[in-house]
C-alpha cells in the first residue's frame, strides 16, 4: 500500500501522488464542462424581459389568441423598447408569417438569430416559414441547427421534423 508523505492527506497533490493524473486539469475541464450548461440556449423568453416590458407581454397573448393584428402592433412596440430582445424578433417573425407577410416574417426570425443564433423555436419558426415559401432546402439546414442545438429529442427539432414530413408528402 502507498503511503503519502505527512501532512498532505486531502491536498490535491495527494490525489495527483495517488491516482497519476492532473487532477488540476480534471477539475478544471469540470469547470469548463458546468459553464457550458449555464450559457445553453434557452428559447423562452426571460421573466425580467416579460415583466418590464407590457407591450411584450401584450404581444405574447395576442400570439397565444391567435390575433394577429393585435399581436403586430404590441410586439412593434414592444421592440422599440428592446430591439436586441430575440424572443419578440421571434414572435413578431411567428405574427407576420400568420398574416401572410412573408418578407417581414424572414426579416425577423433573422434579426432573431442574428441575436441568438441558438434561438431554438426562431429556427423552428423559419424553417416552417421556408416550407410556407416552398424552401424544403432552407427548412432542412434549421433542422440540422436545431440536431446541433438541442438534439432530435427536443419538441422544436420534433415540430420542424414533422412540419417537414407533411411537406414532403403534400
Given at each position: 500500500?502507498?503511503y503519502a508523505?505527512?501532512?498532505?492527506v486531502?491536498?490535491i497533490?495527494?490525489?495527483?501522488?495517488?491516482?497519476g493524473?492532473?487532477?488540476?486539469k480534471?477539475?478544471f475541464m469540470m469547470?469548463?464542462?458546468?459553464?457550458?450548461?449555464?450559457?445553453?440556449?434557452?428559447?423562452?423568453?426571460?421573466?425580467?424581459?416579460?415583466?418590464?416590458n407590457?407591450?411584450?407581454v401584450a404581444g405574447h397573448?395576442a400570439?397565444?389568441?391567435k390575433d394577429?393584428p393585435?399581436?403586430?402592433?404590441?410586439?412593434?412596440?414592444?421592440?422599440?423598447?428592446?430591439?436586441?430582445?430575440?424572443?419578440?424578433h421571434?414572435?413578431?417573425g411567428?405574427?407576420?408569417r400568420n398574416l401572410?407577410?412573408?418578407d417581414?416574417?424572414?426579416?425577423?426570425?433573422?434579426?432573431?438569430?442574428?441575436?441568438?443564433?441558438n434561438?431554438r423555436?426562431a429556427?423552428e419558426?423559419?424553417?416552417e416559414a421556408?416550407?410556407?415559401?416552398d424552401?424544403?432546402?432552407?427548412?432542412l439546414?434549421h433542422?440540422?441547427?436545431?440536431e446541433?442545438i438541442?438534439?432530435?429529442g427536443?419538441d422544436d427539432?420534433q415540430?420542424l421534423?414533422k412540419?417537414i414530413?407533411?411537406?414532403?408528402k403534400?
Amino acid at each position: 500500500m502507498l503511503y503519502a508523505p505527512h501532512g498532505s492527506v486531502g491536498s490535491i497533490d495527494y490525489l495527483i501522488f495517488i491516482v497519476g493524473v492532473n487532477v488540476k486539469k480534471i477539475i478544471f475541464m469540470m469547470l469548463l464542462t458546468c459553464a457550458g450548461s449555464v450559457f445553453a440556449n434557452v428559447s423562452g423568453p426571460k421573466a425580467d424581459a416579460v415583466a418590464d416590458n407590457a407591450d411584450f407581454v401584450a404581444g405574447h397573448k395576442a400570439v397565444l389568441a391567435k390575433d394577429w393584428p393585435s399581436a403586430v402592433k404590441a410586439l412593434n412596440r414592444a421592440v422599440k423598447k428592446s430591439p436586441e430582445n430575440a424572443d419578440i424578433h421571434n414572435y413578431l417573425g411567428y405574427a407576420y408569417r400568420n398574416l401572410g407577410e412573408m418578407d417581414l416574417s424572414f426579416s425577423h426570425y433573422n434579426q432573431a438569430l442574428k441575436i441568438n443564433p441558438n434561438h431554438r423555436q426562431a429556427h423552428e419558426y423559419i424553417g416552417e416559414a421556408y416550407l410556407k415559401v416552398d424552401k424544403l432546402d432552407k427548412a432542412l439546414e434549421h433542422l440540422a441547427r436545431l440536431e446541433q442545438i438541442c438534439g432530435k429529442g427536443c419538441d422544436d427539432y420534433q415540430d420542424l421534423a414533422k412540419a417537414i414530413e407533411a411537406y414532403k408528402k403534400k
